[in-house]
């Protein structure tokens, strides 16, 4: 799926809306993506976060975790 919802690297915002990424439209996108397959999504958005947290050193380990994992429950 070719979204305009991607992350802008280093600072991690959404290239559609500027809001942090991913934002609630990519979540959306990424549900959809990875309908049945949630032990997947989460080891993407894990990965994600380890990238991100190169980036964003400076943000809190729990600010970073419920930013991308944290939506998924």
């Known amino acids: 799926m070719t979204t305009t919802h991607g992350p802008v690297l280093p600072i991690w915002s959404c ?8 934002c609630a439209t990519r979540r ?8 049945g397959a949630a032990v997947s999504l989460g080891l993407y958005l894990g990965a994600q976060l ?4 190169a980036d964003l050193h400076w943000l809190p380990a729990g600010v970073l975790h419920r930013r991308f994992l944290g939506w998924l429950r």
């Open 15 to 22: 290239g559609g809306c500027a809001a942090p990424w991913p």
């Open 28 to 35: 959306q996108q990424l549900r959809a993506e990875f309908d």
């Open 50 to 53: 380890v990238r991100a947290s």
